[in-house]
């Protein structure tokens, strides 16, 4: 029997070993929605940012040149050393790291001008506590952004698409609906200021490679993708190689002072 891990050690042990593939996976360097990102951050020119589960750091790259400081927050360590790594070497000194979950930030209340998160919210045990927090370690005037995959308003779909997740990373916990996520920005007090959606193609040898996952979980995608209907299918764009597409979104939130 393998020990007995709990759901903070397993994100941990998932991507600590594979935080340089994320550094220069395409995925996570480039995107709309990166570029979005530092829009927002551009136009609000904060003090201080805080980039909630920053992984290898490309939300809080694309945030630093617009603000006086940025804490890359991540629970692993060695996320966190490709972070202070590559920031240095972008030259970007105004990018500290600290670590710790984002369901408990460690910081005082109406601490940060501006929060972000990208990929990151699809591993947390409760996405609404951790939006909830976002909202308290924001000022009044703040403004907050979240980007991440979102399940479809199918619900075959949707089933379809947190299985094969799961299967790729069993740190996966659920990839919550557009819907979902603007209920949890209500129940923390935040006003939905815009949110754009994304197709996000995902190339499948990558896609499985950077979480190095295991071959009989790869066969069991591949024999899922070759078992659904035609709807679901066409819906994921799923290709003759296992490549397909998923939705995404970028929502823009504000603190009302």
């Not at 370690?137 to 952004?145: D, E, I, N, Q, Y």
């Not at 619900?155 to 740190?171: G, K």
């Not at 299918?233 to 939705?247: A, C, H, K, N, V």
Request: proline share 4%; charged share 20%; hydrophobic share 45%.
């Amino acid at each position: 029997m393998s020990e007995e891990k709990s759901h903070q050690g397993l994100v941990v042990d998932q991507f600590g070993a594979q935080a340089h593939a994320y550094l220069t996976s395409e995925v996570h360097a480039r995107g709309e929605d990166l570029v979005q990102i530092a829009g927002l951050i551009a136009r609000a020119r904060p003090a201080r940012v805080l980039d909630m589960g920053c992984g290898a750091g490309h939300a809080s790259f694309a945030a630093a040149p617009h603000a006086g400081e940025v804490t890359a927050f991540d629970l692993s360590s060695e996320m966190l050393a490709v972070v202070s790594q590559a920031a240095a070497g972008r030259g970007f000194s105004n990018v500290k790291t600290e670590a710790g979950s984002a369901l408990d930030l460690p910081f005082a209340d109406k601490s940060f001008d501006a929060v972000i998160s990208r990929y990151s919210a699809h591993h947390w045990g409760d996405i609404a506590k951790g939006v909830s927090e976002a909202a308290r370690v924001l000022k009044p005037g703040g403004v907050a952004a979240f980007a991440d995959v979102i399940a479809p308003v199918s619900t075959v779909c949707d089933t379809f698409m947190q299985a094969i997740e799961i299967l790729r990373d069993t740190s996966h916990v659920r990839d919550d609906s557009r819907a979902q996520w603007e209920a949890h920005a209500r129940a923390a007090g935040l006003t939905v200021t815009g949110v754009t959606e994304y197709r996000l193609p995902l190339d499948f040898t990558s896609w499985i490679g950077r979480m190095r996952t295991p071959p009989v979980f790869v066969a069991a995608i591949r024999q899922l993708q070759d078992s659904v209907s035609s709807d679901v299918r066409r819906y994921f764009e799923i290709r003759p190689d296992g490549s397909f597409t998923l939705d995404m979104m970028v929502m823009e939130l504000a603190k009302e002072g």
